[in-house]
T-cell receptor
Framework: SQELEQSPQSLIVQEGKNLTINCTSSKTLYGLYWYKQKYGEGLIFLMMLQKGGEEKSHEKITAKLDEKKQQSSLHITASQPSHAGIYLCGADYNQGGKLIFGQGTELSVKP | ETGVTQSPTHLIKTRGQQVTLRCSSQSGHNTVSWYQQALGQGPQFIFQYYREEENGRGNFPPRFSGLQFPNYSSELNVNALELDDSALYLC??????????????FGEGSRLTVL
């Protein structure tokens, strides 16, 4: 089984709707990173969470890390076509620099 | 723009050949790591270099090797290419002073196809 599971694997929403992507770890993590990727391109950093219960926002995107530091959610409010892409969570388990990534969530936003 | 440049952007090789991928970053980014991303999957960590020394490696065979140069640019070399090596190879760097945490700046990747 995967160390880091993302759900759902894919998501289609109507423009203007809210949505949530989840990332669940099988063990306590040191830090959790959220990235966005356009198909076949590099990863764009969204947010990093390190403290249990931490919540960060950037424009219409909010990410939270639970108190146990095993689960994170990414919430997009009033989605727009520009939000479409693949969202990846990456876990740092030991401050060694290595990130373990989930398999990604592909988001489509219908105008 | 992350300031991380990779080359080439696309290349096609045949089984058994060797390939070298290159990465350069913003001045002073002294930690570089390489990831392999197969189609439909998340990136997988290959290895990390800090000040020209490898200081972390994922579950990849020895035919995957790397170098980091004094200007902190880096190369990923893959020998004896196999069909399963077809993937997007991503280079990522960190700012100095952040240790092993903090934002990873990713390049656009090199798309390798092995026939």
């Amino acid at each position: 089984s995967q160390e880091l599971e993302q759900s759902p694997q894919s998501l289609i929403v109507q423009e203007g709707k809210n949505l949530t992507i989840n990332c669940t770890s099988s063990k306590t993590l040191y830090g959790l990173y959220w990235y966005k990727q356009k198909y076949g391109e590099g990863l764009i950093f969204l947010m990093m969470l390190q403290k249990g219960g931490e919540e960060k926002s950037h424009e219409k995107i909010t990410a939270k890390l639970d108190e146990k530091k095993q689960q994170s959610s990414l919430h997009i409010t009033a989605s727009q076509p520009s939000h479409a892409g693949i969202y990846l969570c990456g876990a740092d388990y030991n401050q060694g620099g290595k990130l373990i990534f989930g398999q990604g969530t592909e988001l489509s936003v219908k105008p | 723009e992350t300031g991380v440049t990779q080359s080439p952007t696309h290349l096609i090789k045949t089984r058994g050949q060797q390939v070298t991928l290159r990465c350069s970053s913003q001045s002073g980014h002294n930690t570089v790591s390489w990831y392999q991303q197969a189609l439909g999957q998340g990136p997988q960590f290959i290895f990390q270099y800090y000040r020209e020394e490898e200081n972390g490696r994922g579950n990849f065979p020895p035919r995957f090797s790397g170098l980091q140069f004094p200007n902190y640019s880096s190369e990923l070399n893959v020998n004896a290419l196999e069909l399963d090596d077809s993937a997007l190879y991503l280079c990522a760097t960190r700012r100095p002073g952040q240790g092993n945490t903090g934002e990873l700046f990713f390049g656009e990747g090199s798309r390798l196809t092995v026939l």
